[in-house]
Structures are given as C-alpha cells and as structure tokens.
C-alpha cells in the first residue's frame, strides 16, 4: 500500500545529504591526504604536450556540461533577409545601419555556432 501523499517525511537519508559511499569515499581521500585536482596539474607536467591535449579532452564532459546540439531552420525567402524589390541601390542612413547590423549579428552568430561544434567535436 503506497504512502499517502502530504505526510511529513519520516526516516531515511535526509534531503541534501550525501550518501553512505559517497561519504566513505570522500572520508578515504582525507585520510590519504589526495587532492585530486592538484594531483591532475602534477601528472600532466610530465607528459607531452599532445597527451596533454589528449587527456583535457576526456576530462571535459566531468568540468563542463554537455550542449544539446540544435537545429535551426533557415528560410531563403524570409523577407527580412533580403533588400526591397524596389531598392533603386540608395538607402537611408538608419536603412544602412540597420542592415548591416543584421548582417554582422548574422556573421557573429555563424562564426559562435562554428566555435561551438568545434568544442564539441
């Protein structure tokens, strides 16, 4: 028979709390007095360069998250992306402005997004 929902908790691990091994492992590097990250900058002073690269790389996933790669659709016929039909090649200075604002936000957000799968591969 389930545990009737709204009743105050009773027993068992409190929430927060690490648990027993997680507890007894931490306890074990104390004891032996192992800095983990220390001990890491020590063990790749004494390999090359390429293995230093090489372990960085399969560290990452444990420092950093992982990124959901995402899709983006792009529509050729979007009517923001392109000049007027009627443009006679004279704009407005706040017309000018404006497009290569668009223009640079567009090159700034290729140039992240090839950054980005760069990191990730």
């Known amino acids: 028979m389930p545990r009737q929902q709204g009743l105050v908790k ?22 032996l007095q192992l800095d983990i990250p220390t001990k ?26 992982q990124l959901k790669q995402i899709e983006i659709a ?12 009627d443009y006679s090649g004279q704009l407005s200075d706040e017309q000018e402005v404006s497009f290569l604002e668009l223009a640079l936000q567009r090159k700034k957000s290729k140039i992240e997004k090839q950054i980005i799968l760069k990191n990730v591969v």
Do not use: C, W
């Open 74 to 85: 792009h529509d050729a016929t979007d009517e923001s992306s392109t000049l007027p039909d």
């Open 40 to 65: 890491i900058h020590d063990l790749l002073n004494q390999v090359s360069p390429e293995k230093q690269l090489d372990i960085l790389v399969k560290l990452m996933p444990y420092v950093f998250p």
């Open 10 to 31: 009773t027993g068992g691990r409190q929430k927060g709390s690490a648990n027993k091994k997680t507890q007894l492992f931490k306890e074990s590097l104390e004891l």
